[in-house]
């Protein structure tokens, strides 16, 4: 982890592959990470940690299953939202979006319980930005 300010814009730019967060820092036993985003991820869930998402640009769709049925929370640039832990969630965004997230290092960008993975979603626990 770099000692220096990181430029999130520069750090996006940095890489093209969607659905592949990469950890830009790390505080206490969490990473942030950045991701690009396009289409559909897969429906999961993250039974021990809630997961917190930040729209940097764009625009992010989460559908959302709960105890009271299904519902999709939309996140415009700028917003934020938190999944909590347990709930199956499917991420999606109509455009090329740019998104922040804050979870436990370690925790696997498809969750504890998912569908099967499609090719263009990344199984990781996060990647090294390069610098």
């Not at 939309?74 to 999944?83: D, E, I, Q, S």
């Amino acid at each position: 982890m770099s000692n220096e300010p990181i430029a999130l814009r520069q750090a996006l730019a940095s890489f093209d592959a969607l659905w592949s967060p990469r950890i830009v820092t790390r505080v206490n036993d969490y990473d942030v990470r950045v991701a690009q985003v396009e289409g559909e991820h897969v429906w999961h869930a993250h039974d021990a940690t809630d997961e917190f998402f930040l729209v940097l640009e764009g625009e992010l769709h989460i559908a959302l299953r709960e105890p009271a049925g299904e519902r999709t929370v939309r996140l415009p640039r700028g917003a934020v939202f938190t999944v909590p832990k347990g709930t199956e969630h499917k991420p999606y965004a109509p455009t090329r979006t740019a998104i922040l997230l804050f979870e436990p290092t370690g925790t696997s960008s498809v969750g504890d319980r998912h569908e099967r993975i499609p090719a263009h979603v990344d199984a990781t626990t996060g990647h090294a930005l390069e610098s």
